[in-house]
């Protein structure tokens, strides 16, 4: 859906007089606004029920339902039509008091139809200001923390050159990637650099919404359309015009509203829940999953028409432990951006050296969780392997990591706890000292190195402390 395409002005003109409204039609018209006509206020009301309009015109002396009346109705039903009014010069006191009802402006008969196109184009930039504030405060609402693509790895590197690509266009494209790896930092990326960057990026979850509340939730509802539904509401989709849509987990959406979507990114088309107003939506799509799409078809959870209109473009976002390069940067980037005290922490080398070694099993967000949970455990702002959960010391790598020397560094840390301890004659105290660590985090060496045994010789990585060592609490 291009973003230079513009929703023409959808004009309703109510009047008793057919040639009146004959000449207004086809003058309006030909200056390319849509345009729907009504001789009486119920009449209008009728083809109110089936159509949005953005401004109405409209005689104050109807026959059956005058003017006000019909404007309070009309007001009632969409709140965002501006309705300009049509008096003589008898009735303009009426026509003031009209205002004081919601009415934007009103003309005396007879008037100038260049006149009345200025008021019509001044109401309408009225409506779109109206609407573009509500889609802002509603974003605002709904936007989480922004975050920049972190990191300088070949997988990262890949995906900023990509987006970079992509961005401009209005391309729909496809995140992909485990839970907790940036799919709507990818998002985000692509929409600051889009042209729509200044209309709202307006994202849903479709794992956290059950499917009725799914499908109010992106198309809106009407009044009346289910219990509850005290009054009419705006989905994400039209929250959204002008800008981007990211639609997370989206290989939980239910295959009926699959379908609906897929007429979005066809042709823009969509109707509120309990409506039968056709609108059109001017928004690009982002989609993010974790699930294998290509399965999900299989088995007639996902449609495949959609995969393949969703699979514009295709980013696939590598775990954690597939970019560990990446790490050292992404906990300076935390450190800053997430800060808990008064005082910006920093990091112990062998503690950045446990995040490093650590799989990462819930990526990004687990490490960013983690470095808020150290941040608050942490003395003098500096995060010690002591202010790490257990879990993540005593997890041993995926596979063995050696150093520059070919030796495994599972077997020479090892070996250098065991050289200090045997140096400080098994006094823990000291020997976490000369580390540069907490006791309780040497405790967590000695049990994940099983040296709580009594060893002869610290150059044997299956010796440990002398016999005589203190290997209980030391003073």
């Not at 260049?114 to 019509?120: D, G, R, Y």
């Not at 290509?294 to 495949?304: C, G, P, S, T, V």
Request: glycine letters at 6%; one cysteine or more.
């Amino acid at each position: 859906m291009s973003n230079t395409q513009r929703t023409p002005i959808r004009l309703l003109i109510v009047d008793d007089d057919e040639q009146m409204r004959r000449t207004l039609v086809g003058r309006f018209e030909r200056k390319g606004m849509a345009v729907s006509n009504a001789g009486s206020g119920e009449q209008a009301l009728e083809i109110a029920a089936k159509t949005r309009f953005d401004v109405a015109v409209l005689d104050l002396h109807l026959p059956g339902i005058n003017g006000v009346e019909l404007l309070e109705k009309l007001k009632e039903r969409q709140p965002d039509l501006e309705a300009l009014l049509l008096t003589a010069h008898s009735s303009v006191e009426t026509a003031v008091a009209a205002m004081k009802k919601g009415a934007y402006d009103y003309l005396t008969k007879p008037f100038h139809l260049p006149e009345l196109e200025v008021h019509i184009q001044k109401a309408y930039e009225k409506v779109q200001l109206a609407r573009r504030e509500r889609r802002l405060v509603q974003h605002l609402h709904r936007e989480e923390p922004r975050h920049r693509l972190i990191g300088a790895s070949p997988a990262i590197r890949k995906i900023a050159a990509l987006i970079e690509k992509v961005a401009p266009t209005d391309a729909t494209v496809l995140v992909r990637g485990p839970s907790g790896t940036g799919k709507e930092v990818v998002a985000r990326a692509i929409h600051s650099g889009s042209p729509r960057r200044d209309s709202p990026m307006v994202t849903i979850n479709c794992a956290a919404l059950q499917e009725s509340l799914l499908e109010s939730e992106l198309f809106g509802h009407e009044k009346g359309a289910f219990t509850g539904a005290v009054q009419a509401k705006p989905g994400l989709v039209e929250v959204a015009e002008g800008g981007t849509l990211f639609i997370d987990e989206i290989g939980e959406m239910t295959v009926g509203l699959q379908a609906k979507l897929l007429r979005v990114l066809e042709d823009g088309h969509f109707r509120r829940v309990g409506g039968t107003t056709e609108q059109r939506a001017d928004v690009r799509v982002v989609a993010a999953t974790n699930r294998a799409l290509e399965e999900e078809i299989k088995l007639h959870r996902f449609r495949e028409d959609l995969y393949y209109r969703l699979n514009v473009i295709t980013m696939l976002l590598p775990p954690l432990r597939e970019r560990r390069s990446d790490i050292p940067e992404l906990v300076e980037y935390f450190l800053d951006t997430r800060q808990v005290g008064p005082a910006r922490c920093r990091v112990a080398p062998e503690a950045l050296a446990a995040l490093v070694r650590y799989d990462w099993p819930g990526n990004v967000r687990e490490l960013a969780n983690v470095l808020e949970r150290a941040q608050i455990l942490a003395e003098d702002v500096r995060i010690t392997v002591d202010d790490l959960p257990d879990a993540l010391l005593l997890a041993a790598p995926a596979a063995a990591v050696e150093d520059a020397s070919g030796h495994n560094l599972h077997d020479a840390q090892r070996r250098h706890v065991l050289a200090v301890l045997h140096e400080e004659k098994g006094n823990k105290a000291h020997a976490a000292r000369a580390l540069g660590i907490s006791r309780r985090a040497l405790y967590r060496l000695l049990e994940k190195y099983q040296l709580d045994q009594p060893h002869q010789d610290a150059s044997d990585p299956k010796l440990s402390v002398p016999p005589d060592a203190d290997l209980g609490p030391s003073n």
